[in-house]
């Protein structure tokens, strides 16, 4: 049984170089994205290529909602989740010093993906995961 990722933010940059290395080591991984769909689907096949499954999840890890349902979709596909890459992250580019550019509703949304969504994924897939472990232990003593 092949193991199970989900690399968040992986319809672009880092996110994309992860998704297809755990593909080629043979993990069947979960490609999210919030906004890049087109990006996503070329991440798609990119990680089928290496002959593997995928499964494309538009979701905001911003919202624990969507956490909840990434995880949910991932299970219900595959009944498991071995491995979690929280690679996810936005920013507002401003002038150099011009910190009257942020807004405090950009601050709040960029500390809610880059910080609170991290907290957010990691305990929405974390029953999932203390699962495997359990099993792998088990597995481990026979």
């Known amino acids: 049984m092949a ?8 319809a672009t940059g880092m996110g994309v170089t992860c998704a297809i290395d755990l593909a080629a080591r043979g993990w069947n ?4 994205y919030s906004r890049s769909k087109k990006e996503a689907e070329e991440t ?3 990680v089928t290529a290496e002959g593997v499954e995928a499964i494309v999840v538009q979701a905001d890890v ?3 909602a969507d956490c909840r349902r990434l995880a ?18 936005i920013t507002k580019f401003q002038r150099a010093g011009d910190l009257e550019d942020v807004t405090p509703e950009n601050f709040d949304q960029i500390f ?8 957010m994924m990691s305990r ?6 203390k699962k495997n472990g359990r099993k792998a232990k088990s597995a481990a003593r026979l």
């Open 3 to 10: 193991k199970v990722a989900i690399v968040t933010g992986s």
């Open 29 to 32: 991984i979960t490609i999210n």
């Open 44 to 46: 798609y096949a990119k």
């Open 62 to 64: 911003g919202q624990d």
């Open 72 to 89: 949910a979709e991932t299970l219900c596909e595959w009944g498991h989740i071995d491995g979690l890459i929280n690679n996810a992250a």
């Open 112 to 119: 809610r993906v880059n910080t609170t969504g991290p907290f």
């Open 124 to 129: 929405a897939v974390f029953p999932a995961m």
